[in-house]
């Protein structure tokens, strides 16, 4: 039987606030256990939590990225579970009066655009971090409430993906989204973007859907497939032996890449929501919102298609340019000081990211400047240097952050012009390879490239290699 | 509303108590009692109405992205009823 897979996703980011969402405590990640926590966020009884105004802030800011109706009047509920990683036994989360209801995305899937309904987006608590000891037998867990309160955002997504491609691309999407946004770091090792999957089947050409299996603990966008993948085989057979399929919530196995279930629909939570009596109601008004909506820059998808049209880039180097903010702010920095794209793209894909991944360098925080960038490919054009040296200069910018103009002076590189020069070192080379200039002269045509890479050797790579061309077929004759 | 046991059941088992047949008895009577006086609330014609999210009419109290000093791991530990090292100790995680 052939099955249309039907896969809706949720995404948490931790939002980027330098305090938690109700206390001051910091949210900076990899303290000592138990060291960023106070009455608030411990749940203790008799406190009162505040709301951090950024981190509403971001959650709005994202809701409108996502192009959601924003609810003017939006308020807080309790999500009531017991849970050891939730000091209060309840979570502070939006049930009623969600932020943002009905948005929408546009991602790019092999190829051509595809929308997925946004259902709504919505701003919550963290819970702690939960240890399990390795010792077998162990009848304890551990907790550690750093992360217990930091700002949560939630994005639900309708059932609107159909394959892992949609999959992989709506989580790469919504990723950048909130990284230009800038209301996450969205550090997947770090806990601060995870995703969960909701995946039911439906025979092909029907609208019913099947019964939603969900699955959790997906620490990676590799897992989210897997599990994904793993999911549908799973129902699939289950229907072709004409069992149906429970409603459910699964775990994910990262190392048996398999799922088992956690809990069937019977036994799922009630959560009781009813709203927060601690914490108000928050009204937005018409020019908070427009303020909002007025910082929210140029999302990627936009900011590809204008690479792609204003700078004749290819739908690749564009996409790999707008992957990360900064190195497209880098980009458009260098063409508005020197207007050639397509080199600075060429270098910044294929030299800056390679230095970047090779170095461990953080791309928010470059050893070198859009105008050194500039500069080098202008001294290239110009024919100051080889584009050969040139890959040695940008190797010491980036070493040294020097600009390349003191480089070439410093270490001579500056490329030789000089036809007399270049003349000298090719009768010296001609002199030393008479075998060399008889096959050449014979018609082995490849000769002549040895010639010149004896030359280029002989200046250390600084002879301008269309001089020594034109110098040597003058020479030997072609 | 009539309360039955399987309703008490239901809500001691949310609350992590646990109640003798006699208790459980004492609440089927005292919750339906709570139910039914508060039942006359349906009474009232609230068509026009939109369901109140909070009791004090004040909205919009925001604190900044400021830090404060947190407490010490020593006082955050120090009521736990178990504790193991710098963490909180709590019975397995089954789930
Ligand atoms: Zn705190």
């Known amino acids: 039987m052939e099955y249309e ?9 931790e939002l980027a606030t330098i305090a938690k969402l109700f206390c001051g405590c910091s949210t900076k990640f990899g303290a000592e256990p138990n060291t960023h926590v106070c009455p608030i966020c411990l ?21 409108v990225a996502l192009d959601c109706e924003i609810n003017r009047f ?26 943002g209801i009905d948005g929408h995305m546009d991602m790019f899937v092999n190829g051509s655009i595809k929308m997925v309904r946004i259902h709504n987006v919505h701003l919550e608590e963290e819970a702690g971090k939960l240890i399990h000891p390795e010792e077998p037998g162990a009848n304890y867990s551990l907790v550690d409430f750093n992360r217990a309160g930091v700002p949560l955002l939630e994005i639900v997504s309708y059932p609107d993906m159909r394959t892992v491609d949609e999959v992989e691309s709506y989580m790469q999407t919504v990723r950048k989204i909130l990284l230009y946004t800038e209301v996450s770091d ?12 909701s995946i039911s089947l439906r025979k092909k050409g029907t609208d019913k859907l099947g019964n939603r299996v969900e699955i959790k603990n997906l620490n990676s966008m590799k897992s989210v497939i897997k599990a994904i993948e793993y999911e549908a085989m799973r129902q699939s057979e289950l229907l072709d032996r004409g069992e149906t399929i429970d409603r459910e919530t699964r775990l994910w196995d990262e190392v048996g890449e398999k799922s088992q279930r956690m809990r069937s629909k019977e036994e799922s939570q009630d959560y009781r929501y009813f709203p927060e009596p601690d914490l108000l109601p928050v009204l937005i008004d018409e020019k908070w919102l427009s303020e909002v909506k007025n910082s929210i820059p140029e999302l990627p998808l936009a900011r590809k298609q204008r690479f792609i049209e204003a700078f004749k880039l290819s739908d ?4 790999i340019l707008t992957e990360e903010k900064v190195l497209a702010d880098f980009f458009e920095e260098c063409v508005k000081i020197l207007d050639r ?24 925080n470059l050893p070198i400047k859009p105008g050194q960038l500039a500069a080098l490919v202008e001294i290239i054009e110009k024919g100051t240097i080889s584009s050969t040296i040139a890959k040695e200069v940008f190797s010491e910018m980036i070493q040294t952050g020097k600009e390349p103009q003191k480089i070439v002076e410093e270490k001579g590189m500056a490329q030789i012009s000089d036809e007399g020069l270049i003349e000298s070192v090719i009768d010296k080379v001609i002199a030393v390879n008479p075998s060399v200039i008889e096959d050449y002269k014979k018609g082995k045509k490849n000769a002549l490239a040895f010639l010149v890479g004896q030359v280029m050797k002989e200046t250390k790579g600084k002879a301008n290699p269309k001089i020594v061309n034109e110098l040597l077929i003058q020479k030997v004759g072609s | 509303m009539k309360i039955d046991k399987k309703t008490i059941e239901y809500i001691a088992n949310l609350s992590r108590i646990e109640l003798s047949d006699q208790e459980k ?19 009232l014609n609230t068509e026009d109405i939109k369901p109140m999210a909070h009791s004090i009419n004040t909205t ?3 604190r900044e992205d400021k830090l404060e000093l947190p407490i010490s791991r020593e006082d955050a530990l120090y009521n736990a009823p178990s504790t193991m090292g710098v963490f909180f100790k709590v019975p397995k995680v089954i789930e």
């Not at chain 1, 990211?353 to 461990?360: A, I, P, T, W, Y």
């Open chain 1, 341 to 364: 794209p397509k080199a600075f793209s060429n270098w910044i894909i294929n030299d800056l990211l390679r230095e970047v991944k090779d170095r461990k360098l953080d791309i928010s």
């Open chain 1, 316 to 319: 690749y180097d564009a996409s």
């Open chain 1, 43 to 63: 749940g203790m009884p008799g406190v009162l939590p505040v709301m951090n105004k950024k981190a509403f802030e971001y959650a709005l800011k994202a809701a």
């Open chain 1, 5 to 13: 897979v039907v896969i809706g996703l949720e995404t948490h980011a």
């Open chain 1, 74 to 99: 939006t308020n807080f509920d309790r999500k009531s579970y017991y849970y050891p990683d939730l000091p209060k036994n309840y979570q502070i989360s939006q049930n009623y009066y969600n932020l």
């Open chain 2, 25 to 43: 008895e004492v609440f089927i009577h005292q919750l339906s009692d709570i139910l039914s006086y508060i039942e006359k609330l349906n009474k």
């Open chain 1, 186 to 197: 969205c550090k997947m090792q770090e806990g601060s973007l995870r995703f969960e999957a």
């Open chain 2, 60 to 62: 919009n109290v925001f």
